[in-house]
Each structure stands twice: as C-alpha cells, then as structure tokens.
C-alpha cells in the first residue's frame, strides 16, 4: 500500500517502499500527460499529427513506418508534459519519503570468504 503522499498537489505523488527502494505512483501525471497527447492529435486546426497517426497505423514500407513511428513519438513527447511541481513543505516531505525507503533497503555488508 502506498505511503501517505508527500505531494499532495498540484500534481499529486504517492510514495511505496518496495525491495531496493521506492515506487513513485504518478497517476495524475499520466492522466496530464494522455490528455496533452489527445489534444495534440485532436487540434482542430493542425492535423498533421492526426496524419502521421493514420500514417503509423496502416504501414506501407517497413523502414519509412519505422521513422513516421519515431517521428510522431518525438512530436507527442514534446507536447506532452513531464514535469511535476513540488513546493515548499511537500518538497521535506518527499524527500523524507524516499529516505525512509533508501533506509530500509540498505545491503548488508557480506565478508568476503
């Protein structure tokens, strides 16, 4: 079960302790970031992403599919947001998280045989 989120806004960040360290769960980035790649496929002015799209998805030529592939990845990640703000307290907060998480999972030192 994740650990009381740290970041609670605007962008909300779960923290879970797992084996070696945590596990960031970042939904609301996800929903943030599908949402910005359909507004960019659905922009009523500029189709061409929509294009490349419909270009992907009925392949003509094996090398060319590949790079119209490539090429509309690029454009979404550009346009799609990848940055969650942290602000004041919930910045101790997260960091506390993920110490709590590095404690727990430090290795023991073996001897060597």
């Known amino acids: 079960m994740p650990d009381p989120k740290p970041v609670d ?7 879970r302790t797992i084996p070696g360290g945590a596990q960031l769960d970042l939904t609301a980035l996800t929903r943030l970031v ?7 496929l659905l922009e009523g002015d500029d189709t061409t992403l929509w294009d490349l ?3 992907v998805a009925a392949p003509s030529t094996g090398a ?16 799609a947001s990848s940055r969650v ?9 997260l ?4 110490l709590k ?3 727990q999972h430090i290795p023991a030192r073996r001897d060597a045989a």
Do not use: K, N
Not at 9 to 15: A, L, R
Not at 34 to 40: E, Q, R
Not at 95 to 98: E, F, G, H
């Open 53 to 55: 799209l419909h270009e």
């Open 85 to 93: 703000p942290v602000y004041g307290p919930q910045v101790r907060r």
């Open 101 to 103: 998480a590095a404690r």
């Open 34 to 40: 599908v949402g910005d790649v359909l507004d960019a």
């Open 95 to 98: 960091a506390a998280s993920l």
């Open 9 to 15: 806004g605007p962008i909300p960040v779960h923290v």
């Open 64 to 79: 060319a599919d590949r790079l119209d592939r490539e090429e509309l990845e690029q454009q979404l990640v550009e346009r």
